[in-house]
């Protein structure tokens, strides 16, 4: 590994010294943080992250190096898509000598392939508080003194950046799921495929309009979902119809908005593995885990829809259902592995539903 300083810089004015690894530039984005002990090759090949720079505040990262892909797995078992997503990496301590029985390389060798830089020997524990305080920002590596433009991932369709441009089918179950791929994690498709279902997955900007499904469901993404109007559209029409629909993340945030609600940019956030939530109308609190920079406003929900969950720590919204009809969403991630397991229950009601509307 190299020994090259390089520099965080944030758009407040804010400086961190480090050394340099993974590939040699310097690249821009919007600075976030992530909370996960374990799962660094998850995180990174997340699409949500799509143009954000990460920063770990656990502080050793790269200790069990990267995992082998899967001959046969198409969804590659340890990775959430099949590249790197992130545009660079921010770590206290990068452990060189890494250790696992399933690991392949080192995870710097993996970002060189992939062309992702990395800064180490930060107090990210200390960024990451500074960035709580002063909400999530834009920033800068910047290697050998190499300055880059600043860039603003959220000004452009981040969605179309990381979303499939052709319908691909999985498995041969009972039950048609189709998904609206903005971004789609692969660990949805999975507990969907567990599920006795065949999934077409399709891009998303699709018009599905014609196409015949039990269940519909609309991923993850990133970005401002103000900037995916064909999906809003697609869905308006979907609501007319009877068929259940299951919406995570900013699948959220894309049927709020077509429903008539409003959406809005948090300050910092919510990208951390122990956020809790509330079942309206329970006394049930989940644990959850998290990563996204929008939020749909509870109170420009129409008469037809209420909330499902809410986050206990800001009182924002963490999904919303229909009343009368089979639709419901969550803000939080359901299908997270590398978190607590608790709302996995979701993927059973969606199906549950799947199974009444066709009896």
């Known amino acids: 590994m190299n020994n090259k300083r390089a520099s965080l810089v944030l758009e407040d004015g804010s400086q961190y010294e480090g050394i340099s690894f993974g590939y040699q530039q310097s690249v821009a984005g919007e600075v976030v943080f992530n909370t996960a002990m374990t799962g660094y090759p998850e995180?990174?090949?997340?699409?949500?992250?799509?143009?954000?720079?990460?920063?770990?505040?656990?502080?050793?990262?790269?200790?069990?190096?990267?995992?082998?892909?899967?001959?046969?797995?198409?969804?590659?078992?340890?990775?959430?898509?099949?590249?790197?997503?992130?545009?660079?990496?921010?770590?206290?301590?990068?452990?060189?000598?890494?250790?696992?029985?399933?690991?392949?390389?080192?995870?710097?060798?993996?970002?060189?392939?992939?062309?992702?830089?990395?800064?180490?020997?930060?107090?990210?524990?200390?960024?990451?508080?500074?960035?709580?305080?002063?909400?999530?920002?834009?920033?800068?590596?910047?290697?050998?003194?190499?300055?880059?433009?600043?860039?603003?991932?959220?000004?452009?369709?981040?969605?179309?950046?990381?979303?499939?441009r052709e319908t691909q089918i999985y498995g041969q179950g009972k039950y048609r799921i189709l998904l609206i791929d903005c971004g789609v994690k692969n660990n949805i498709i999975r507990h969907l495929l567990k599920r006795d279902t065949t999934i077409i997955r399709v891009p998303w900007d699709y018009d599905f309009s014609q196409i015949a499904y039990d269940g519909l469901f609309i991923s993850n993404g990133p970005g401002d979902p103000q900037l995916c109007i064909p999906t809003i559209k697609n869905l308006e029409l979907a609501f007319r119809n009877d068929e259940p629909i299951f919406g995570i993340c900013l699948g959220n945030q894309l049927m709020s908005i077509a429903s008539g609600a409003n959406t809005y940019k948090l300050k910092y956030g919510h990208r951390s593995h122990n956020q809790p939530v509330l079942h309206v109308g329970t006394n049930n609190a989940y644990i959850t885990s998290q990563n996204h920079g929008f939020a749909v406003?509870?109170?420009?929900?129409?008469?037809?829809?209420?909330?499902?969950?809410?986050?206990?720590?800001?009182?924002?919204?963490?999904?919303f259902k229909h009343k009368t009809k089979p639709f419901f969403s969550t803000q939080f991630h359901p299908e997270a592995s590398s978190g607590p397991t608790d709302t996995e229950f979701l993927f059973d009601e969606f199906m549950d539903l799947i199974k009444t509307s066709k009896q």
């Open 297 to 319: 406003d509870n109170n420009s929900l129409s008469s037809d829809w209420e909330p499902l969950f809410i986050n206990l720590n800001d009182e924002t919204n963490e999904g």
């Open 43 to 164: 995180s990174l090949t997340d699409p949500s992250y799509k143009g954000q720079i990460l920063v770990a505040t656990y502080p050793i990262i790269g200790n069990y190096g990267v995992p082998q892909k899967g001959e046969k797995d198409h969804m590659l078992m340890h990775y959430e898509s099949d590249r790197i997503q992130i545009s660079g990496f921010v770590i206290s301590y990068y452990s060189e000598d890494y250790s696992h029985w399933n690991a392949e390389k080192s995870l710097e060798d993996w970002m060189i392939e992939n062309k992702i830089p990395g800064i180490h020997g930060i107090d990210t524990r200390a960024l990451t508080k500074h960035l709580r305080e002063k909400g999530a920002m834009l920033g800068k590596i910047i290697v050998d003194d190499v300055d880059v433009e600043w860039d603003d991932p959220n000004a452009r369709n981040l969605v179309d950046e990381v979303s499939i």
